[in-house]
Structures are given as structure tokens and as C-alpha cells.
């Protein structure tokens, strides 16, 4: 059984940057697609950015684009998510999660202030 653990999270100023990273073990990520998902306090939880199993497709959610990218190494068994130019509604918990698969990591705060 595959486990994933998130890491990276934190407390950053608007504008900061944060690299978030989600290590398996028990199990190899190589042959799926991972995605990033991110719940704030009092919302539901939502979709940020997904990516191939071989890293040559990413797809993110409108409010992250062009500021957020989602990367692997499959080599170290991981996956990681940039994030840029942080503003105070990017704070949440962030999960990584296997697309098609209903495993998730226990996800990794992340607060940014005003």
C-alpha cells in the first residue's frame, strides 16, 4: 500500500514562495498520475494541479495558474508543488493524492499573511 507524506508547508509573507513535496513509500508513484488538492478553513476541498506519470502533462486549477507548478522525480519517488507569489487565499491544507486512487497523504499547512 502506497503512502504518501506531505512536507514543505508553513508561514510566509503575501508574495512569498513555498515548495511544497509529497514522498511515497511503500510502493513505487512512477506509473500515475498525481495531482495536488488544498482545503481552507470552512471550504471544501479542491483541486490545484495534477500531473502525468511522466511529468510532460500538468493541468492547474485557474485560481493557482501561472503562479503555482507541479513537477516529480520519480527517481526519489516524489512529487512537488511551487508555489509563488502567495496570497492570503492560497492558505490552506495542501494533500497529495493519487489521481485515480483514493490514497492521500495527511497533508501540510500552509498560512500566508497579509
Known amino acids: 500500500q502506497v503512502q504518501l507524506v506531505e512536507s514543505g508547508g508553513g508561514l510566509v509573507q503575501a508574495g512569498g514562495s513555498l515548495r511544497l513535496s509529497c514522498a511515497a513509500s511503500?510502493?513505487?508513484?512512477?506509473?500515475?498520475?498525481m495531482t495536488w488538492f488544498r482545503q481552507a478553513p470552512g471550504k471544501e476541498r479542491e483541486f490545484v494541479a495534477g500531473?502525468?506519470?511522466?511529468?510532460?502533462?500538468?493541468d492547474y486549477a485557474d485560481s493557482v495558474k501561472g503562479r503555482f507548478t507541479i513537477s516529480r522525480d520519480n527517481a526519489k519517488n516524489t512529487v512537488y508543488l511551487q508555489m509563488n507569489s502567495l496570497k492570503p487565499e492560497d492558505t490552506a491544507v495542501y494533500y497529495c493524492k493519487i489521481r485515480n486512487l483514493e490514497v492521500w497523504g495527511q497533508g501540510t499547512l500552509v498560512t500566508v499573511s497579509s
Open positions: 500531473i502525468n506519470w511522466s511529468g510532460g502533462n500538468m
Open positions: 511503500g510502493g513505487l508513484i512512477r506509473m500515475y498520475a
